[in-house]
């Protein structure tokens, strides 16, 4: 009998996931999209821990009962949940999402014994905060999820993430590799380095702001160039240092030179996935792209490509399947008489209700695994 945990949906970007709940955020509130939501922290046996985001229709009775329970790990069946890879891989409900608790299947049952068994890892997890973006380990794409430049230039409709195999050059004029932070919001605090100042966005004092990691480079494949932003953990993976230690290299007056690093960039290749947004400044639209993962490729040999191509804006068709690029290599496994029974089950008392009841799916469960052993 299959042991896997995680079940993948032909659907793009949403998925089925057999977890267990280990850790709980506190609620908060949105103010871009003016929603509530709560996260809780879930994890299998592969060992992927990841953030579950509960939006506001699931905060009434889901995540109530997750709270009340978390100590005890409980087992959900998530269905139809969403994917994010924006900040990490991450999943979170949608309005025809559902979430069944302590599903009546053997999956299930191994789940809470692999749970029993490993106590040590499973602390760890919380501790190390091992759900963050910067300790996910990045599943390199398949072959044809990798697109060029050319192609996506060509294209008339806008993708949200895609992989494409590069060379890069940093093009900052001013050679600004960092911006001052608040430690808090993350936004431009407008203070100097190790000086307390009061953030202008969320009103909070600090002894210094927190130098983060930005800057812009032109990506070419030889079919065509495009610009993104770098910024954070994927900055510092192609600068190899942290903005800290370029302020301190700046102090000290030690040699930093930004042609050295872009010669040396010149002999590599990178896999990257590209993040695209819309963004609206002073009445204007524009397309934003960010890199928001950066994995060095076993062929180092780069092959020359002119700094003098265009840089123009993506526009791209309706695909989505780079969004669950990080999880599509996995594994799909074939459901069970008792899955199938238990999605019947969940799906029935959406049709004849129309409303997510907690005490309802608890009983219908009950019932239903009470019947299939009888028969």
Known sequence: MPTKSCYLMNRSCVLDLLCSVMHVFPPRFVEKTKKHLQDFVIVNEERKPLILTLWEEFLENEAPYLVEN???MPIILGMRLSVNTFYGLSIGTVPNSTILFEP????????????NNNKEYIESVVTEKLYEKAKQAIAPPLSFQIRKISQILSLTEMVKSFWIRATLKITDSEHRLYFLACPGCSKASGGAYKYEFTCFYCNNDFPSPKPLLRFQADLYDGTGNLRAFVEHNEAKILLGMSGEEIIEAEQQ???FSLDSINEQFKKLQFLLQIRTSKNELRGRV?????????LPTSDS???SHSSEEK????HTHKDHEADIAMIESQESTSKTPEEHLAIELVE???ASSGKRKLEAKKDMTKEGLKHSKQD
């Open 70 to 72: 978390v100590h005890n």
């Open 104 to 115: 009546p299947i053997p999956q299930a049952k191994q789940l809470m014994i692999w749970i």
């Open 253 to 255: 007056e030690r040699e």
């Open 286 to 294: 524009f397309v934003r792209h960010t890199i928001i993962a950066c």
């Open 301 to 303: 040999s780069s092959t």
């Open 311 to 314: 840089s123009t804006s993506l």
């Open 348 to 350: 029935h008392q959406i």
